[in-house]
T-cell receptor, first 114, second 116 residues
Framework: NAGVTQTPKFQVLKTGQSMTLQCAQD?????MYWYRQDPGMGLRLIYYSASEGTTDKGEVPNGYNVSRLNKREFSLRLESAAPSQTSVYFC?????????????FGPGTRLTVL | AQSVTQLGSHVSVSEGALVLLRCNYS??????LFWYVQYPNQGLQLLLK??????LVKGINGFEAEFKKSETSFHLTKPSAHMSDAAEYFCAVSDRSGGSNYKLTFGKGTLLTVNP
């Protein structure tokens, strides 16, 4: 199993450019998540998909959109990148084991917006 | 809303010394609690989790954590630090209530440095 994979690993954008971050999992998990990590801020939830066909906003959704393409794939789109979106982005997935939520993380995408 | 506080953004220990990383949560109902580790330039890896079974939870790499309801704490410990333990550690909480039990709230992280 590859687990959770993310592409690309690194990306540099200019302000105003758009891009899509891709995430896929091969663990047959129902739920998927996008986080951003900034120094001293921990991980903050951008969007999540509790199950295929549903998406919801997290703590910091402004400037982002998501698509749950199928059960395996969950993409994050920046329509018009801003320097404030410079961050490391992590995708995660989980299956609710009983009632608790153990999340598995991808390796991350380092995004710089100039 | 759930919140997690990690006391100390940076902890430095000598190799062989006790590691203690502190985590306190805010919740009227004991939540599910997790510790994750992040090595440089990598994603997060689960160290251990508390899901209301034993209050002393053992994880990977010799780490353990004790859930103390009276103190609303879930501190992470390791008796003897190894150089390979140098990483950033995150405490996270998952609410038990209703439809929000699939969301995790993370602390801001504690960077552990191990000195030779």
């Amino acid at each position: 199993n590859a687990g959770v994979t993310q592409t690309p690993k690194f990306q540099v954008l200019k302000t105003g450019q758009s891009m899509t971050l891709q995430c896929a999992q091969d663990m047959n998990h129902n739920s998927m998540y996008w986080y951003r990590q900034d120094p001293g801020m921990g991980l903050r939830l951008i969007y999540y998909s509790a199950s295929e066909g549903t998406t919801d906003k997290g703590e910091v959704p402004n400037g982002y959109n998501v698509s749950r393409l199928n059960k395996r794939e969950f993409s994050l789109r920046l329509e018009s990148a801003a320097p404030s979106q410079t961050s490391v982005y992590f995708c995660a997935s989980s299956v609710l084991a009983g009632t608790y939520n153990e999340q598995f993380f991808g390796p991350g995408t380092r995004l710089t917006v100039l | 809303a759930q919140s997690v506080t990690q006391l100390g953004s940076h902890v430095s220990v000598s190799e062989g010394a006790l590691v203690l990383l502190r985590c306190n949560y805010s919740s009227s109902v004991p939540p599910y609690l997790f510790w994750y580790v992040q090595y440089p330039n990598q994603g997060l890896q689960l160290l251990l989790k508390y899901t209301s079974a034993a209050t002393l939870v053992k994880g990977i790499n010799g780490f353990e954590a004790e859930f103390k309801k009276s103190e609303t704490s879930f501190h992470l410990t390791k008796p003897s630090a190894h150089m390979s333990d140098a990483a950033e550690y995150f405490c996270a909480v998952s609410d038990r209530s209703g439809g929000s039990n699939y969301k995790l709230t993370f602390g801001k992280g504690t960077l552990l440095t191990v000195n030779p």
